[in-house]
């Protein structure tokens, strides 16, 4: 399984970035899809998680209301669109596959990362 995460760049604070993140394999609709960031200095953190169907997702709070996780099983892709955009925003965004189908914040029930996008969000 390969993770190919795309879309991040250089933003004003205010404004809006859409990560997508393609899938290879021919199972992708089985399993949980997630996106994490890691800021410079800091621990890699959870954003967003989306359970295999797409009816189920989580958010951590600071971007609950700015944030949208979807998923096409169609497309093997997974996108989160980010609006509203703050400079604590500023990170390397991952998508991730979550080992079962479920919508998850625990980055140990991950087995396939991406190689990550950078976000930077300027003030």
């Known amino acids: 399984v390969q993770l190919q995460a795309s879309g991040g760049g250089l933003v004003q604070a205010g404004g809006s970035l859409r990560l997508s993140c393609a899938a290879s394999g021919r199972t992708f609709g089985l399993y949980g899809m997630g996106w994490f960031r890691q800021a410079p200095g800091k621990e890699r953190e959870f954003v967003a998680a989306?359970?295999?169907?797409?009816?189920?997702?989580d958010y951590v709070d600071s971007v609950k209301g700015r944030f949208t996780i979807s998923r096409d099983n169609a497309e093997n892709t997974v996108s989160l669109q980010m609006n509203s955009l703050k400079p604590e925003d500023t990170a390397v965004h991952y998508c991730?596959?979550?080992?079962?189908?479920?919508?998850?914040?625990?980055?140990?029930?991950?087995?396939?990362w991406g190689q990550g996008t950078e976000v930077t969000v300027s003030s």
């Open positions: 989306i359970n295999w169907s797409g009816r189920s997702t």
């Open positions: 991730a596959r979550q080992y079962s189908g479920s919508s998850s914040r625990d980055s140990h029930e991950y087995d396939y």
